[in-house]
């Protein structure tokens, strides 16, 4: 398996994008490397990937975006991304869909813009809306985590906005992912680490249950969200915790199984790939692989030491 590493640091400090084979028995085997700056996140596309990158252009601190095959040859030409911090993004065929964090937008292909509006109850973090993922549904819909404003929202490809749900207030809802049957969608929230359970049918997501992560951190912040190939568990990463948590998923249902030590610092992202569980440690500086167990976390099987490791793909 094909997986690629995105650290988000400046380039002659080594930041890149690391290509690497995942082996059978969980080692991480460099294959590639392209020297970039500060890339934030990626998708895979059928261009190859589609690179989100901080801030790129010497006249301007918008971010930027840019495509690149799959051996890391040919990239394009960057783009700008219409606003500041972009953080995530979805590749539909030809259209691109951007949402830049600082701005609180959406944007696709790095022309048309959705702005949004409002804030919420947390002071420090939430007094303008703050796009942190977008992501189609599947009915053929764009999902935008909305943090500033504890929103869902729901848009056309166009960006119409067709429908929106409110996470409690404060929780600043993150990041998502939809149940295998796609009548549910799990979100995780930053500011007080939760999943929000959403029903979902035709463009319309209703709030059906808030489960809270018990943490001993006050400081803990809900980062990624990953569902098993099988949809039977959910995970969950938790900064300042340090922790990957475990949930058996059936629907509406959500059983804890699990609180497991995430091997470093700041596990921004993971993803499950079949036995394993690839880590992305911000700020110890790379990726664990772990064995999983029947569901569960089980014991380090791999290490990749990169700088700032924001994000992983699978391909």
Do not use: W
């Amino acid at each position: 398996m094909r997986v690629y590493l995105f650290c988000c640091e400046k380039t002659e400090n080594g930041g890149g994008i690391y290509s690497c084979e995942l082996t059978e028995s969980g080692l991480l085997e460099r294959t590639e490397f392209f020297p970039c700056d500060r890339p934030m996140y990626a998708a895979k596309c059928d261009k190859g990937l589609c690179v989100l990158l901080r801030q790129p252009f010497a006249d301007s601190q918008n971010s930027g975006y840019f495509f690149i095959d799959k051996d890391l040859k040919n990239p394009s030409e960057i783009k700008d991304a219409k606003g500041l911090v972009a953080c995530h993004l979805a590749v539909d065929k030809q259209d691109t869909y951007i949402v830049n964090y600082i701005s609180g937008n959406i944007v696709k292909n790095g022309e048309k813009v959705a702005q949004r509006h409002g804030k919420s109850v947390n002071l420090a973090r939430q007094t303008a809306p703050h796009t942190h993922f977008v992501a189609q549904t599947p009915d053929g819909y764009l999902a935008v985590c909305d943090l500033g404003t504890d929103t869902l929202a729901i848009y056309d490809k166009d960006l119409r906005l067709v429908s929106e749900a409110k996470v409690p207030s404060g929780y600043g809802i993150r990041h998502l992912t939809f149940s295998k049957d796609g009548k549910y969608i799990y979100a995780v929230s930053e500011l007080v680490p939760a999943v929000n359970i959403f029903k979902y049918e035709k463009g319309k997501a209703e709030i059906f249950d808030s489960v809270k992560i018990d943490c001993k951190n006050e400081k803990a912040s809900g980062a990624a969200i990953r569902l098993s190939d099988d949809g039977k568990f959910l995970y969950v990463s938790v900064r300042e915790e340090n922790a990957i948590c475990v949930f058996a998923a059936e629907g509406e249902k959500l059983t804890f199984l699990q609180t497991a030590d995430c091997g470093g610092d700041s596990p921004r992202d993971f993803d499950i790939i079949g036995n394993y569980a690839l880590v992305t440690n911000e700020f110890s500086g790379g990726a664990v692989v772990f064995k999983l167990n029947c569901g569960l976390i089980g014991e380090v099987v791999g290490r990749f030491s990169c700088a700032h490791p924001l994000c992983v793909v699978k391909y």
